[in-house]
């Protein structure tokens, strides 16, 4: 895989996964997902994931008039964030890089064994089992129409 695919940015993409890309541009990125979910428990707005297991990476697209990426998640180990590998990190360690880089409110929140680490400013999400970082999911908002909402 192309290690710039592994650079995690927030509000902004995974490396060449942009949020606001179509399936069709990610397709032509990574080629065809190993597997397709459809949600549809909203009568406003359908979800689609698009699950590269074998690149550790989700791809979820929302939208009515238009479907984009709103959201990726990633376990892949080589997963960068502002320079550093991120699963070689400790929580406090990650706190410390979103300060750093100007996300300063922070939450951490105690789910069915997993503990999250929400930057509510960067709509990112770290989920750990115990101390280790199982997964980092990020995002934006999209309105109906499929463009990216400021917040």
């Not at 069915?112 to 980092?136: H, M, P, Q, T, W």
Request: proline share 1%; glycine share 10%.
């Amino acid at each position: 895989m192309n290690s710039n695919l592994l650079i995690i940015e927030p509000l902004i993409g995974y490396g060449d996964l942009k949020f606001g890309q179509t399936i069709d541009d990610v397709v032509g990125i990574l080629g065809d997902a190993e597997e397709i979910d459809q949600i549809d428990d909203d009568d406003t707005m359908n979800t689609v994931i698009l699950h590269y297991w074998d690149y550790g990476i989700s791809v979820f697209f929302e939208g009515v008039e238009k479907s984009v990426v709103s959201c990726i998640e990633t376990d892949h180990m080589d997963s960068e964030l502002f320079g550093k590998k991120v699963f070689d990190l400790t929580k406090d360690q990650v706190i410390e890089l979103m300060k750093a880089h100007g996300f300063v409110e922070y939450e951490l929140e105690m789910e069915e064994g997993e503990n999250r680490l929400s930057f509510e400013d960067g709509l990112i999400d770290f989920f750990y089992k115990g101390e280790e970082l199982i997964a980092v999911s990020w995002g934006v908002l999209i309105n109906e129409k499929g463009e990216i909402e400021q917040f």
